[in-house]
């Protein structure tokens, strides 16, 4: 169980018709998002247009949070919800999904039936005790600093903490100014 630390030289980003989207990870590693054949991906998204249309992701189940900005998430027939720093929407990626405002956010999507995931958020300072099972763990240190004492790591702005097969129990974190986003899968 090693946690490695990823930066922006790991990050793959592209471009979308409202933006860009940075990959922060995926599993299996070597997966492909085009291709459709990963487990799990996480991202972070630059949304520079005041509506846009989520891409259809029919297989997968997404965990989405705003690091900055504000965003109104209107989900399928469901009334519009806002989406500000701090708060995670869960949904369906196979249903209709228009978003208004402009923001950066956080993504995890995970293959439906072959994983589960969650995600929440830290504000900081904080000293918290996070006791995710066993799995892939992420901490995204969307600003300010992290550090995970007991593993003697941490990350920075703009950084990811990444350990995959972990093998279950808590793991304490220190946050330092900043926002911090915890996500966790686990295979079925």
């Not at 703009?158 to 915890?182: D, W």
């Amino acid at each position: 169980m090693k946690w490695k630390l990823l930066t922006r030289d790991d990050y793959v980003t592209t471009n979308w018709s409202g933006g860009t989207t940075t990959q922060l990870a995926i599993a299996p590693e070597g997966a492909v998002y085009g291709d459709r054949n990963f487990l799990w991906r996480l991202s972070s998204a630059t949304v520079e247009l005041d509506h846009s249309d989520f891409t259809p992701l029919p297989d997968y189940n997404r965990f989405l949070s705003v690091l900055r900005g504000e965003i109104q998430l209107k989900i399928g027939a469901d009334a519009p919800v806002p989406v500000a720093p701090g708060k995670v929407v869960a949904f369906d990626g196979g249903v209709p999904v228009e978003s208004r405002g402009r923001c950066v956010d956080f993504n995890l999507m995970v293959r439906k039936g072959k994983g589960q995931g969650a995600v929440s958020v830290l504000s900081s300072p904080c000293e918290e005790n996070w006791s995710p099972g066993p799995g892939d763990l992420a901490v995204y240190c969307a600003s300010g600093s992290v550090s995970l004492p007991e593993f003697g790591v941490a990350a920075r702005t703009g950084q990811t903490l990444l350990c995959r097969g972990f093998e279950g129990g808590p793991v304490s974190l220190a946050c330092e100014a900043g926002l911090v986003i915890l996500a966790a899968v686990r295979e079925v």
